[in-house]
């Protein structure tokens, strides 16, 4: 990795590191590139709903951290990033070993971010897309104050 | 409570304590109506976001929870929901001891629902909007399979 | 009217009268409050889709206009608006003799405001809700630049 | 073309010029083939917002109709298309010559069938994102009726 490469690694993941939700539900990021994010969790009985699928609200928490993220990643340092507002459509129902997120910048303002993501349920080696996101990042300064 | 408001209570409380990760998250259901229903959530260290505030996905999934409990309180028994689709504005930082929401039903079909909500962040006993959510949700059988 | 009324109705009336597309599809707005405005827009054979209906785009400009001005109307003398983005769920068929907005401000902030906005269907003489929507809208510089 | 392909194409067609609205914005279809949909639109005065770019929500009209058009797409005959819902991220100002659309199903289920769609601005010969649309689509019966 160039030193470039470096930086942006160790702020995201400093970050990310500060979304002690991520640890509760045992989500990680899997990797980190200018634009672009993902992020995996483990499928759990305690993350479910009523049918024993991973409740909606749980996909979207990785969705929303991973657009976040590929947002962020176009910031200058010294930014911070909170959401807008996103959408969501739910797919096919989130279940098997694991679901994993891929998210990536759709345009990059000054101010505004706007990021789609997919997520993917993995059930024995097999990948289906579940849900999919479009959501809008703001910069704010560090301590998440809007500008 | 008349025998058919008990029936809804029961029917709605058995499936709420089906989603394991209102659990896990510590959310509750304070009110369910024909149309309406309420969940708040104690704000806890392990569900926030980087500036300590509640994460945008933890706040979804209450309002999502909320959404579709409204919806499956209008179904005849016997019925399932999923979520199709939903977006949540974030208005302001959810922060403060508590998140109150409340959601209800804006038209119901016999197959889809659609459902608005809100987040209200409790400081201090002062509440402050903090999110709200347009939200569709289908009917499903028992089992989470769509028809 | 007081005088910051007589001000704001001129400024935003003004203004529409600039969406020259107003013009082409009939709309024409019926109230404008501090943070809530109303358009109106008659049926018409060049406004449908293939089942007759208004166009849910049609709908949808007629709603998003409504936000707009919603929100331009809490703003300060000099600004622009322009929509960052909206979600609108079509309730019922958008049919009748005319179709009624209302969008009121939900939230408005520095930069962003959020509203939300019912389409009403009127046929003979009776109203029925037949989309609504949230959206997010960015003040702007008069020529439309985002700062 | 195939058999299929010159069905395709005539059901679909037949269909469009049903969408009176479409003549009126001076949209038309430039593409169509399984899954996908593209529609061209002129920019005009009379389409216009206040700032003279093209109102947002003729914009979504096009955008709408795309998806519409692709879900119709992969139905079998005799099935009618409804929008169930729909966002749109207004991403740049939608001014040039001609706005470009693409619409494409993400995901076709037996009711529901959800799309995306890019619309591109195109001035002195250079595309530019513009807007994306994230809909859900609803099979129906060819009179417009949900089932």
Redesign the interface.
Same mark, same amino acid.
């Given at each position: 990795m160039t030193d470039k490469e470096t930086d942006l690694n160790e702020r995201v993941r400093a970050?990310?590191t500060?979304? +002690? !939700?991520m640890? $509760?539900i045992g989500a990680r990021m899997s990797l980190i590139e200018p634009g672009v994010c993902e992020i995996e969790i483990t499928a759990r009985?305690?993350?479910?709903?009523?049918?024993?699928?991973m409740?909606?609200?749980?996909v979207?928490?990785?969705?929303?951290?991973a657009c976040g993220y590929a947002a962020f990643s176009l910031m200058p340092a010294g930014s911070?990033v909170?959401?807008?507002?996103? +959408? !969501?459509?739910? $797919?096919?129902?989130a279940k098997g070993e694991k679901i994993r997120v891929h998210a990536e910048v759709?345009?990059a303002?000054?101010?505004?971010t706007?990021c789609?993501a997919d997520a993917w349920a993995v059930e024995n080696g097999e990948s289906k897309?579940c849900a999919?996101m479009?959501a809008?990042m703001?910069r704010v300064d560090q301590?998440?104050m809007?500008r």
């Open positions: 970050d990310f500060r979304q +002690k !939700v640890e $509760l009985e305690d993350l479910t709903q009523q049918n024993g699928f409740h909606a609200g749980i979207t928490t990785v969705l929303d951290s911070g909170l959401s807008v507002e996103f +959408k !969501v459509n739910l $797919l096919a129902p759709k345009r303002g000054r101010t505004l706007v789609s897309i999919t479009l809008t703001i301590d998440g809007k």
